[in-house]
């Protein structure tokens, strides 16, 4: 049985780490408001802007421009987002493990799938699992993260698909729904597909362009690819701080927990401690009689 003093050392140890736990959950709270602002008005526009080129890619000839080429099945890039940052959960497990069954099950019978991974959790978590298909590992971008980044690595994904290195392009991240939920969503960004006829409304709009379609398709689609990278980044954002806020203050209650059993035993100990020492008192006296 442990001693009163190696007790009373384990209940202040955590009671140091639960006021780590409730520090942590507060800034998560904070940052979490503004990442869920951020990636709540991005949903529109990113949403329209989807609309708008599934419906332009249903009216244009594939050979409009590279980004609405239908390729064969050679080799396929996925786009990870993951954490920089542990404590927050099965936040970064959880999209891992969806990309690693992704590349092992190969459903759609690619002949290699590459991963451009955002974030330093999801690189240790698949190092050790699909090592090989790593090609390139984005750090630090939640501490700083703006359209600017998104852009890099749109232009990036972009002219990998247009120089056929490859035929298909993939984004999987968790996807913000509260603080307790994050869906892990898989996304098809290149090439650009149209939807299926029966799920997209009828719509007879005929488009003018200007200057002419080919300079406004130039602009417009690997914009497409950047926002909807952006947006995965925000999703993936407010996710990570819905989890770790989640995960801290789970961390704290049980911290409590654990504090009430030691606390609970250090009672009985010290008690059985000062009933031994009453019983040696008491028989002494009594063998002094």
Known sequence: MPSLKDIKKRISSVKSTQQITKAMKMVSAAKLRRAQEAAVSARPYAEKLQQVLTNLSRREEADAHPLL????????????MTADRGLCGGFTANVSKAAERFIRDNEQGFEAIDLLITGRKG????????????????ENIGAHLNYKTASMIGQEIVSSYEDETYDAVYLLY???????????????????KAEAEQ??????????????????????????????????LLESNASEHGARMA??????????????KLTLQYNRARQAAITKELMEIISGSESVK
């Open 69 to 80: 080429v239908q390729r064969g099945k050679g080799r396929a890039l996925m786009v990870l």
């Open 247 to 260: 995960a801290m203050d789970s961390a704290s209650r049980n911290a409590a927990e654990m504090i009430d």
């Open 174 to 192: 968790n996807a913000f729904e509260s603080a307790i939920s994050q869906v892990v969503t898989l996304e098809q960004l290149l090439p650009i």
């Open 199 to 232: 799920e997209v409304a009828e719509d007879t709009t005929d488009y003018l362009y200007e200057p002419d379609r080919r300079e406004v398709l130039s602009q417009i689609l690997p914009k497409m690819v950047e926002v909807q990278i952006f947006r995965g």
């Open 123 to 138: 690189k240790e978590f698949l190092r050790s699992r699909v090592g090989e298909s790593i090609v390139k590992v984005h």
